[in-house]
């Protein structure tokens, strides 16, 4: 991809799953990367398979002081950032009259507050700079309604409506867009589902399988690049054509 060579980099959730996909990806394209997570051991071990990170950083993203201490450990380790790839979230599988407060509370905390507070720092410190890049995960779960995830497909909804508005306010120097993911094979989603929930799955998808981690961050490396420079305002699906036939919810 173009002009990411040495570019900042700053990904949210990097220890694991998409977050460690997309630190790896843009090591390849030559940039400078920071990873963000509040889990030590998984920052010690992405740190160990990722030696080309300048640092990772232990981070709750619920907590407005510590992502600005973060934000500022990475300038100073990177020179400034140009992309945030805002992508910490955690998900519950559970009924909707079985969601308790605490969990909806500690849902919308990572995957919507978390979202917000990481983009509104990064967006202060590029709108000084006069440029920048925030791309935000959101889900196919944002668009389509699914069963066992209403506070976690409410917080994606969020999520998208958040990057268009951003988009708007942050024009033109910084561009904001969403990446929805459908089903990819992550950790969290081996937590979650069984080996036959997963083949179930993947008979009803038109592709026949779930997307790689890999095949997520590639989109994120465009949507950064200058060959995207045209590009904000948008949520941009990769779900192997699961909403085209209105599938989702069977």
Known sequence: MRGLRNKGVLVTGGASGIGAATAARFLEEGAQVCVLDRDPKGNDAIQASLPGLRATIRCDVTRTEEVRA???????????VDVVINNAGISIRHRFLEITAEDWDRVLAVNLTGVFHVAQTGARHMIQRGKGVILNTASTNGIAGYPFY????ATKAGVIELTRSMALELAPAVRVNAVA????LTPMQRAEYTDEMLEEVNRKLPLGRHALPEEVAALFAFLASDDAAYITGHVYCLDGGELAGGLASR
């Open 150 to 153: 209403a506070d976690y497909n």
């Open 70 to 80: 973060a934000f500022d450990q990475a300038v100073a380790l990177m020179g400034g």
């Open 181 to 184: 993911p459908g089903y990819v």
